[in-house]
């Protein structure tokens, strides 16, 4: 493996220059601000590789995930390999959020940001931006920082585009985590993709590119997730259950490819019941 090839946290610019590759679908106007060049040759090369349609398909997640938290309004979104993503710039200015990724991701994202506020590309926000990587011993200190920066408050907890990239073990460690954090009504929002797609087309592309592309790191396992883990969790309710084809009929997206091409990525909205 070269310097050549994709790291983990450079996914995060990939996924904002899809999103910024069609703003009336994603409804996000700020993430061309992260457009650079190595990233466009990425995102050239996987569209070609991969799949044409991950612009469409990453433009609807962003669009329902916006949605969902606008409509269940949360006094705190918490993202959890928040990458380049734009909520807090999206959303309401009264939300509190809480930005974590790796520590490369969130120091780099707060220094662009505040550039970016000076600049006047950006209006001002309540951020908090904590560096942790999932794979490693988190729970006790992350915890204690959350729950004083959340307090009581509602909240959401947001996590997109990650789960491919954890192990099962660090998976349900998270989602206990966010058990430990929440309090009966919040919700967590999750993507991830389902079993089934490992016999598609698409993903045997996917696998392809990632493992002559990317830098896997010893925690990666390429993931997918069953319905199951989300319909049995005995402290969440599953109330939400989306797919790319269910959001492109809302939204008028056309669908190019025949289904065996398509990445199809579902998204689960949660609601803590205990
Ligand atoms: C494809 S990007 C998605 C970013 C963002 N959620 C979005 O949708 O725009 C994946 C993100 O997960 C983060 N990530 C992957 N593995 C991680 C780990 N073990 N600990 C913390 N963050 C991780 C990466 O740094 C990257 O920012």
Not at 120 to 145: A, C, M, T, W
Request: proline share 1%.
């Amino acid at each position: 493996m070269s310097n050549l090839n994709i790291q983990i946290h450079e996914t995060a610019f990939v996924t904002s220059t899809f999103r910024s590759q069609n703003e009336d679908l994603s409804k996000d106007m700020y993430a061309k601000l992260w457009k650079n060049p190595r990233t466009t040759i990425w995102v050239e090369k996987y569209l070609d590789q991969v799949c044409s349609e991950e612009v469409s398909a990453h433009c609807l997640r962003n669009r329902f995930f916006l949605e969902e938290i606008e409509r269940l309004q949360p006094e705190v979104l918490i993202n959890f390999g928040s990458g380049f993503s734009m909520y807090p710039f999206l959303l309401s200015d009264d939300i509190i959020h809480i930005e974590i990724d790796k520590e490369e991701v969130v120091s780099y994202k707060e220094k662009k940001i505040k550039e970016f506020q000076k600049e006047g590309k950006l209006p001002e926000r309540n951020i908090h931006f904590i560096g942790v990587d999932f794979s490693q011993d988190y729970v006790h200190i992350l915890l204690e920082k959350l729950l004083l920066l959340k307090g009581k408050k509602s909240s959401f907890i947001l996590i997109e585009g990650v789960l491919f990239f954890l192990s099962k073990k660090d998976t349900e460690k998270l989602f206990e985590f966010f058990s430990r954090l929440q309090e009966k009504g919040d919700y967590i929002g999750s993507a991830s993709f389902q079993n089934e797609l490992k016999a598609s087309k698409a993903f045997e592309k996917l696998l392809d590119f990632c493992n002559k592309e990317m830098v896997k790191t010893e925690a990666s396992d390429w993931q997918t997730v069953e319905d199951i883990f989300y319909k049995e969790n005995a402290n969440y309710d599953l109330i939400n259950h989306q797919d790319y084809f269910s959001l492109s009929k809302k939204h008028s997206n056309t669908i190019k490819l025949e289904k065996d091409l398509i990445l199809n990525e579902n998204f689960y909205i949660l609601k803590k019941i205990v």
